[in-house]
Structure formats: C-alpha cells, structure tokens
C-alpha cells in the first residue's frame, strides 16, 4: 500500500455538520506539509475515539483517565476547526479504513487513513473498492489524542442515543446489534511490531 506522509499534525479535530439524526462526521487534520478533511461514520469516529482512549489508559499505566472517567467536560465550541484552517485542502475524503499505531520511542500516534469508492460488480451489485494507491498517514501527540477522544464524546453525547455494545445510534425502533450478529471491522490496530515487519 502506498501511503503520503503529511507528518505531525499542528492542528487536529472533529466535527459534527447537520441535525441530529443526519449529522455527517468528520476529522480534520493540518500538518506544515498539508491538510486533510477525513469524512467517516460516526461508528467509525467513535471507536477511533475509544481505541485511542484505551491505548492512553495502557501507556501511562492509569495515568491518563480513559474519557468517561475524566472530571468536567469540553465546552461545546472547543475543537471546532480553526478559522485559519484552509479553505481548499489537498486531501478531501471519505474514509473506507483507518489504521492506528502508537510510537513508543517518540510517544506519537500515528493514523492511516485509506479513501474508498462504490463501484458495481460483473452483477451490478455495489462494491467498496478501497483506495490503497490514495491513502496518507499522519502523526499526534499524546496531548492531542487527549483533546481528540474529549471531542468526539461531546459529539457523540450531543447526538442520538447509542448502543452499549456495538455504539451504534439508537433511532427508537428495532436494533441488530453488530456485537450480537456479527462484527465488521472498521480499524485496525498495529503494534510496533507489526510495522517493523511490514517496513522490511
């Protein structure tokens, strides 16, 4: 897979755009390099926010309380994107796959985020065709990961209810839990090991 590095970001977010019910979800990244707006699912943006947490909560041996667990709560404009964030971005796109990483000897996560396109099959039937060719990665501190998953609670708590156990919305009428029927992986998780691998 071929992956653009931007480098560490300078300027790291979500967003929610839309009423509840047909909000459209959002990260959005700036580094010295580039910047990038990365449109995905609220399960997606919500279990990113959850395996961040849990890795913080590793690393610093408790530390660092997992976001549920923290005193207090973010205001609901902190983490809006900045005003001097670019107007035209060179990357702009829905996300088919994320991958997250943590640094141990730099203390930096990294993410990789791979766009996708629908395209239909020899029956017609649409297809998710992962755009490998066009995916980029990009550093964060952990103070920023902090701030990230801070953000993403707000959002998502600002919202629709939502499942216990797959943390999906809730709408008010029947559920098919994904935990109970199935599991679709949305991130993958690397070890530095696995990277090192990888890089050979």
Known sequence: MSIRDMGTAESLGAEALGQPGHRRF????????????LWMEKEQLLNLSLIIDRILAQISEGRILRT??????????????????????????????????????????????VPFEIVEDESGEPQLDLQTDDALT????LEQAQQ???????????????????????????????????????????NEEENEDEDE
Do not use: Y
């Not at 990009?138 to 501190?141: E, P, S």
């Open 26 to 37: 959002r990260l959005f990244v700036r580094t010295k390099a580039s910047s990038a707006i």
């Open 148 to 190: 990230l998953t801070s953000r993403v609670t707000f959002l998502v708590n600002s919202g629709r209810p939502i499942c216990p156990f797959c943390h999906t919305p809730l709408d008010g009428g029947p559920h098919a839990c994904v935990k109970q029927n199935g599991h679709r992986e949305i991130i993958q998780v690397l």
């Open 138 to 141: 990009f550093l964060f501190t």
């Open 68 to 113: 549920e667990a923290r005193a207090g709560g973010l205001p609901p404009s902190s983490g809006d994107m900045p005003d001097d964030f670019p107007t035209l971005v060179e990357h702009d796109f829905q996300v088919g796959q994320l991958r997250l990483s943590f640094d141990g000897e730099h203390e930096m996560f990294v993410l990789a985020a």
